[in-house]
């Protein structure tokens, strides 16, 4: 109980993602050692269903994370981190991703848990459809290539992909640069 109460001082009971003030409670920043205050943020429950995947995320809920990313307590940061990685396909929160600091050993919290969620399941295209290593993928839509000031058009071909750590991305070669590209919104030829 004496976190939750530490949680509330330092949230001024409200959430500490989207400053909600419905249905707060404490989520543990996995991975814990234990449950103080220091490892924990006070969320609603909103926030919460979406950070244990329970449903479909709310893009437009999570633009909170422009403001929560800058929050001092390194628990908020780690989850801002982590919802922002989730939400990289988005280019608000790509843009995010390139602005936020973290402290070293902040980073390296807010990374093993995006590690840990990541079971290195099978890479999917937009159908469902498992991508291996060398499969030609198509574009379903144009996607903004930043730092190469391109466009990848809908339609594009992309040839011999390669798979990455992470099974929501892979790995290609468009207008002749090698680029990441998230699966979800390729087609497998």
């Known amino acids: ?3 939750e109460q530490a949680l509330k001082q330092r949230s001024n009971d409200c959430c500490e993602l989207c400053t909600s003030t419905d249905s707060l409670c404490v989520y543990p920043v996995p991975p814990t050692s234990d449950l103080s205050a220091q490892q924990c943020v006070y ?3 909103n926030c919460l269903s979406q950070i244990e ?3 479909k995320l709310d893009l437009n809920h999570w633009r909170c994370l422009n403001d929560s990313m800058w929050n001092q307590e390194p628990a908020v940061q780690v989850i801002s981190y982590r919802m922002l990685h989730k939400l990289s396909a988005e280019s608000w929160a790509q843009d995010a991703l390139d602005i936020i600091y ?3 050993d902040v980073r390296t919290w807010a990374e093993q848990g ?3 969620a990541l079971t ?3 890479t999917r295209d937009s159908n469902g459809a498992e991508l291996q290593d060398g ?3 198509t574009l379903i839509k144009d996607l903004k290539v930043k730092g190469a000031n391109f466009t990848a058009k809908q339609g594009t071909m992309v040839r011999g992909i390669s798979l990455t750590e992470n099974p929501e991305h892979i790995e290609g070669k468009v207008n002749g640069t090698r680029i990441v590209l998230v699966a979800a919104y390729l087609k497998k030829a």
Do not use: F, Y
Request: charged share 20%.
């Open 1 to 3: 109980m004496a976190t």
């Open 43 to 45: 969320v609603c429950s």
């Open 120 to 122: 290195n399941g099978p």
């Open 53 to 55: 995947e329970e449903g």
């Open 114 to 116: 995006i590690a840990a």
């Open 135 to 137: 499969d030609n993928v």
């Open 102 to 104: 973290l402290e070293n």
